[in-house]
């Protein structure tokens, strides 16, 4: 996960990857919500134990 | 007039159906339009409906009851537009399954309900559709996204109501508008036949007068649905006979990171107040602490915003400038969260539902404020907190995430009031412990008369 915010040629680029065109105007709200996001993402990948396995789509019965 | 009370004067004939019909239609044409808590309201179906279930021998649970829906639930030949342009003459041609089940039971639906478009926001104040207004102040918002779920309950629009919740949409309208509201368990009720957010936090739910109502409400809906993954057969009890045996010896702990940081003092003084109430009834009350509670927002948000762009792609790549402008921005966010970080965000699911399991091994249940701040004007995004301004997004993740995360049931109580406007107490159960959560919040109720409290605009003239 990068920490840096990304460039707003490099987010149309991704999103164009995925068919969805995007304006400059549209992506400015969308940096300010990465520029705090990633970074936090990445602590988390920190925090995460090697031998953790993921949870799962759904959670399964309390007793399992 | 609570649902247990409607049902038992429509069940004695004291009231028809359509009588009941009636008086909330009229109350809805007199006070709707300042609240504008519905969508879509539909008078001859319902009074058709009504009609049909005098003819009827069937007398089920909610014989006669008049509802409302959360307009990103299907009923059939309704629309459901999620409060959205895209979906603005979507008509569905089936209904919830949620919708089945109440049908059965004999409640009636009074219209669909006003939503943060694609009840993917906490103001519900969708552009399409305009603002639900707080009936408590018309000039705040209701919260979201079930805003019209918990504005229409308070005023008396409805007798309960159905909302959905990811990561606070039921809780955060029912603490603002000063109503009780329900997040079952994931997995008890179906979703079948509603507008998703991100499936793996999504779950339907009751917002009602009391906890009593909810109750009810939720024993009608919940059970495992065949053409829903996501519900497990666990068994449903009958929740409204599991009501009394008050909060004595229950043992509940106090999420105290929740109470000193990130939160108006007003508010944590009225909800800490509302936990001494259920010390005085008996309970066993104690401090805890939980680990990874303050990753709690970003575990969810690295699963929810892949998720809900998920279920958006095919519009984002065809209508992109027909949604609202914050719903467009976090629908894009989900295409730059790596897949990496989903995967890294269920692995932090794994440990914080660990760790929330050895807390409910010494805890029936947990105690936190439902929301940290009051509900900021309409047309405005952020609040003040400690003297400055935040955005209004920001504050409720830490207070909602983490029961959305491990999939536990949550009630908002009323509990108090900080300049006029209502504070909730939120108690969060074992999951499927819906009977211990909903024991705890009746008990609270029996003590206190917050649920009871009705804004002005509703105590123009009772519904019935």
Redesign the interface.
């Given at each position: 996960?990068a920490a840096a915010p990304?460039s707003l040629a490099f987010?149309q680029s991704?999103?164009a990857g995925?068919?969805?065109?995007?304006e400059e105007a549209?992506?400015e709200?969308?940096v300010s919500?990465?520029t705090v996001?990633l970074p936090?993402?990445d602590?988390?990948?920190q925090?995460?134990?090697a031998g953790?396995?993921?949870?799962?789509?759904?959670?399964p019965?309390?007793d399992a | 007039v609570s649902v247990a009370e409607l049902a038992q004067r429509l069940r004695a004939h004291e009231l028809s159906p359509r009588e009941a019909v009636e008086s909330f239609l009229q109350r809805i044409a007199e006070l709707d339009p300042e609240v504008n808590a519905y969508i879509s309201v539909r008078p001859e179906e319902a009074l058709a409906e009504a009609t049909a279930l005098e003819r009827s021998r069937e007398r089920g649970p909610l014989y006669g009851v008049p509802l409302a829906l959360k307009d990103v639930i299907d009923v059939a030949g309704a629309r459901t537009t999620a409060a959205s342009k895209i979906l603005a003459e979507n008509v569905a041609t089936r209904d919830a399954h949620v919708v089945e089940r109440l049908k059965r039971a004999g409640a009636i639906i009074l219209g669909k309900l006003n939503t943060h478009e694609f009840a993917y926001g906490a103001l519900g104040t969708s552009p399409h559709f305009g603002a639900t207004r707080n009936p408590w102040s018309l000039e705040h918002v209701c919260g979201g996204s079930s805003g019209g779920s918990g504005a229409a309950v308070a005023a008396d629009l409805a007798a309960a109501t159905l909302g959905t919740d990811t990561a606070g949409s039921i809780r955060i309208p029912a603490c603002f508008c000063g109503v009780t509201g329900l997040r079952p368990s994931?997995?008890l009720v179906s979703n079948r036949g509603v507008v998703p957010v991100a499936?793996?936090f999504d779950t339907v739910g009751p917002l009602g007068r009391t906890a009593a109502d909810c109750a009810l409400v939720l024993e009608t809906i919940a059970g495992h649905d065949p053409e829903d993954?996501?519900t497990?057969d666990?068994g449903v009890p009958r929740y409204s006979n599991l009501l009394a045996g008050g909060a004595r010896g229950l043992r509940i702990g106090i999420v105290n990171a929740l109470f000193e940081r990130g939160i108006d003092g007003r508010v944590a003084a009225v909800v800490a107040r509302a936990v001494e109430e259920l010390r005085g009834l008996g309970a066993q009350v104690g401090g805890v602490e939980i680990p990874?509670l303050e990753?709690a927002g970003?575990?969810q948000?690295?699963m929810q915003?892949p998720e809900a762009t998920a279920a958006h792609?095919r519009w984002?790549?065809t209508r992109?400038s027909d949604y609202a402008?914050?719903v467009?921005?976090?629908l894009?966010?989900g295409?730059?969260?790596?897949p990496?970080?989903y995967?890294?965000?269920?692995?932090?699911?794994?440990?914080f539902?660990d760790e929330c399991r050895r807390v409910f091994e010494r805890f029936d249940l947990l105690a936190a404020p439902t929301m940290p701040v009051l509900p900021p004007r309409v047309g405005e995004e952020t609040v003040e907190l400690d003297g400055r301004p935040i955005a209004y997004r920001l504050t409720l993740i830490r207070f909602n995430s983490p029961w959305s995360l491990?999939?536990s049931p949550v009630v908002n109580l009323p509990c108090g009031f900080v300049d006029g406007l209502p504070a909730g107490l939120a108690l969060v159960g074992?999951?499927?412990a819906e009977a211990t959560v909903f024991r705890a919040a009746h008990a609270f109720q029996q003590a206190t008369d917050w649920h009871d409290r009705r804004p002005g605009v509703a105590a123009a003239s009772a519904p019935i």
């Open positions: 996960v990304p987010l991704v999103a995925q068919g969805v065109r995007v549209d992506l709200p969308v919500f990465l996001l936090e993402l602590e988390l990948e925090l995460v134990p953790v396995v993921p949870a799962g789509l759904f959670l019965p309390p | 994931t997995g499936w793996t993954p996501s497990l666990v990874f990753q970003t575990i948000q690295a915003f792609l984002l790549r992109l402008a914050d467009r921005a976090r894009l966010v295409l730059f969260v790596p990496t970080a995967v890294t965000g269920q692995r932090a699911r794994r440990l539902y491990i999939g074992r999951r499927f």
